[in-house]
Structures are given as structure tokens and as C-alpha cells.
């Protein structure tokens, strides 16, 4: 009996829904929503609003504390200061490949990654791979005390130097 | 002596108490013996009978099941050590350090834990290996061996979270670098990372996340497919014993 009503239904109006699909319609519809709504509310959960992340911008102290032609590392902050004839400029110490932080070789010339033997000149430009991109630089200023700011979420064109 | 144990087993069997509790009593017949593991929560996974060459060591070389004994020895020394280490950025590396040289027997729990862990990957591997070249991964239990494969991916899961909870060098190194690899994959890479670590860097918020993925979520996740897993060795037709023509020639050999 039950074929039989389907059957009738199927050849007389193909477009009109019964009670039961319909229903059935509805709910799966609102289940779809559901699990939607619930995988937005988890993502946007377990993404935090507030962190307590330390400041991008970071104050790299008096220029005078440079010695000429030199490179400092500042492991805590991740970025290179570097004095040159130019002037300064601040380099990103971060490596470009997964994220290891680089350091100066004074006795080779060149900055070098631990992790998985990166090379870059102290300009930040690449000698040697697995890094995909140079170290970028980062903005770096004088602050009104006359202290080297550097924002290390802001990247620069290369050769663009604090002259003092 | 033999004698006696017996008969004393078989009272206590009988006893009301141990009847309430396990149902099937005394006996010895092959019924009785199927009684016993299909009226056990924890037995009813694995089948009532199984072939005498199957349970041969060469068959298997008990990979699977060695590889389920480092997971319960991780579970209770991951437990014990649970109890000292608080997962916080100025604790994680102190705790670490009291486990090693303070706690009664925490130097042994936490290398138990450490070589238990390294043991594991080692004998998932093995395990994976001696089910594909003896073909025991084919229809029917095509499934079993995906379900396998999920569980290698637990397993590795576990031994990455598990690497941050010591908070030294190496592990936040290695954390930093994994981190970088996730957000490698293409469009959602950074937001994976991010919700990963709970921010953009290996911090408090990492350490803690690490931890409740690898105490809490990820071993309760690896619980429930082993279970499957061992059903599943049942449902699809008990241990694999090879193609008929193997089974035929070893018959034979006896």
C-alpha cells in the first residue's frame, strides 16, 4: 500500500514533498546548522582574543652602544642589530625556514642557522637554503630619548639604515 | 598441591560472591571457557577461539600485542608523573628537574615513561610492517588497517606533545620548528598553527595545550579505536592465519 502511494505520487507531482520528507528535510537542515553553528563556536573558542604576548615593539637601547661595523644578536627579542658605514639596521634573527633563531659567526662573516644549516649575509640576504626567503628587516627609529626602537611586526625594504 | 589449588579455584569459583561477579562458575569444558570470554567486558573484544598456529610466536611475533603493553605501561607512568609536573611556563622545566633528582623514584618513572614512549613508535612500526608483508591487511580487513594507520598517528601525536612538557631547550625548539611545519599547509596553515600553540608563539598558552592534548585527549582518543581495533581483529575473522594455501602447507609440515 504504502509503494502504491509513492508511486503516485512520484509520477502525478514530482516537486511536492510528503509530511514525512519534509520533515525529514527540516531536520537534517537543522542538524546541518547545528553542527556548523558548533564548529564556528569551537574555532572561535580555541582561537584566544587577549594574549599575553610580549610587545613587537622593542627598545634596542642607545646607539652608542654599538660598536662600529658590528653585529649584535639580542636572543631574547630575536633581531640583529647592525652598524655598518651606512648606518644602522634591524634584522629579524628569526630564521625564514621553520623558525629557529639564527646567530652571528664573527669568525666566518655570516649569519647561521643551528637548526638546519641556513646561511645569510649580514645584510640578511641568503647564501645557502633550506631558508626560502633572506631575513627581513625590520623598521627601526629613533625614539625622542635618542634609544633605537625597533617594531619587529613591521617588515622594511632592505638597505633602508638609521643614520645618526 | 596442583590438586588442591584446583579444587580450591573451583570453590571459589562456585562461591556466591565470585558468581555474582563473573557469572560463568566452574568448569573446564570448551562451553565454559567460551562462557568465560564472551561474559567479560574487556575479554568479549577478542574472539572465543582462535587457531593454535595463530598464537604461534613466529606469526606475529606479538607485535601488536607489545605494542598495547608500552601503551598501558605509558598510561600508568604518565599517570604517576602527572602528579609532580604542573604545566606552567615557570614550573614545567622545575618539575622536570624534582622528577629527575628529588622524587622517590621519579629518575625511574620518567625514563620508564621516555623509553616506553621511543618503544612504542618502534613497535607500531614493526607491528605495521609484519601485518603488510604477510598480507594480513587485506579484505576483510581492509578496515582494521586504516584504523591502524589512525592509530600510528596518535601514537605520533602523542610522542610531539609529549616532547614541549619537559620545557627545555630542545623541546621548544622542536615545538617551534613543528609548529612552522603545520603552518605549512596551504590557506588554513596559519590559523593552525595558531590555534595550535593558542597564539603566535611557544608559550604559556602552548605548554598548556600541549599538555591537555597529550594527557588527556589524545590517550583517550587512542582507547577508544585500540578498542575497535581489537574487535574488529573478531569481526573480521579473528587473527590473520595467511592465504589458504600457506595455512594448508604449515598444516602439513606438523
Redesign the interface.
Known amino acids: 500500500m504504502a509503494d502504491e502511494g509513492k508511486h503516485e505520487k512520484s509520477e502525478g507531482e514530482e516537486q511536492s514533498l510528503d509530511r514525512r520528507q519534509f520533515f525529514v528535510r527540516v531536520g537534517l537542515g537543522s542538524l546541518a546548522v547545528a553542527g556548523l553553528g558548533t564548529a564556528v563556536f569551537a ?1 572561535q573558542y ?3 582574543n587577549v ?3 610580549p610587545s613587537p615593539i622593542v627598545n634596542a637601547g642607545k646607539p652608542g652602544g654599538y660598536p662600529p661595523d658590528s653585529v649584535t644578536l639580542d636572543p631574547a627579542t630575536g633581531i640583529f642589530v647592525v652598524r655598518e658605514a651606512e648606518g644602522f639596521f634591524a634584522l629579524s634573527a628569526v630564521c625564514t ?4 633563531l639564527t646567530a652571528w659567526k664573527p669568525e666566518l662573516g655570516i649569519i647561521a642557522c643551528p ?1 638546519h644549516g641556513s646561511k645569510f649575509n649580514r645584510d640578511g640576504t641568503k647564501i645557502t637554503g633550506p631558508a626560502p626567503r633572506p631575513l627581513p628587516w625590520l623598521r627601526m627609529w629613533l625614539s625622542d630619548e635618542g634609544d633605537l626602537m625597533v617594531d619587529r611586526s613591521n617588515l622594511i625594504a632592505a638597505r633602508e639604515f638609521v643614520r645618526i | 598441591m596442583a590438586k588442591t589449588l584446583t579444587t580450591y579455584l573451583d570453590e571459589l569459583r562456585d562461591s556466591r560472591v565470585w558468581r555474582s561477579i563473573f557469572r560463568s562458575g566452574p568448569g573446564q569444558s570448551n562451553l565454559h571457557h567460551a562462557l568465560v570470554v564472551q561474559s567479560n567486558v574487556f575479554l568479549h573484544l577478542f574472539s572465543v577461539k582462535a587457531r593454535k598456529r595463530v598464537l604461534d610466536f613466529g606469526v606475529t611475533w606479538y607485535l601488536g600485542a607489545l605494542t598495547f603493553g608500552s601503551f598501558l605501561v605509558l598510561v600508568i607512568t604518565g599517570v604517576l608523573l602527572m602528579l609532580y609536573y604542573h604545566p606552567s611556563v615557570p614550573l614545567a622545566y622545575t618539575d622536570m628537574k624534582d622528577l629527575q633528582f628529588v622524587v622517590s623514584s621519579g629518575v625511574f618513572l620518567r625514563n620508564l615513561h621516555r623509553w616506553s614512549a621511543h618503544a612504542m613508535v618502534l613497535l607500531v612500526f614493526a607491528h605495521m610492517f609484519k601485518v603488510f608483508y604477510r598480507g594480513a591487511y587485506r579484505p576483510p580487513r581492509e578496515f582494521n588497517w586504516v584504523i591502524g594507520v589512525v592509530l600510528l598517528l596518535i601514537t605520533l601525536f602523542l610522542s610531539y606533545t609529549g616532547y614541549l612538557l619537559p620545557w627545555d631547550q630542545l623541546a621548544y ?1 622542536a615545538v ?2 613543528g ?3 603545520a603552518s605549512a599547509v596551504p590557506v588554513f596553515g596559519h ?1 593552525i598553527r ?2 595550535m600553540l ?4 611557544v ?3 602552548a605548554l598548556l595545550r600541549f599538555y591537555v592534548l597529550h594527557c588527556m585527549i589524545l590517550p583517550l582518543t587512542a582507547i577508544f579505536f585500540i578498542a575497535i581495533h581489537f574487535w574488529r581483529i573478531r569481526k573480521d575473522g579473528g587473527l590473520y592465519a595467511g592465504t589458504p594455501s600457506t595455512v594448508a602447507e604449515k598444516e602439513g609440515e606438523r
Open positions: 574555532y580555541l582561537a584566544p594574549l599575553y604576548e625556514h621553520l623558525g629557529c637548526c | 625548539w617551534t620548528v609548529s612552522n611545519i590559523h595558531f590555534l593558542g597564539g603566535n608563539l608559550n604559556a598558552n
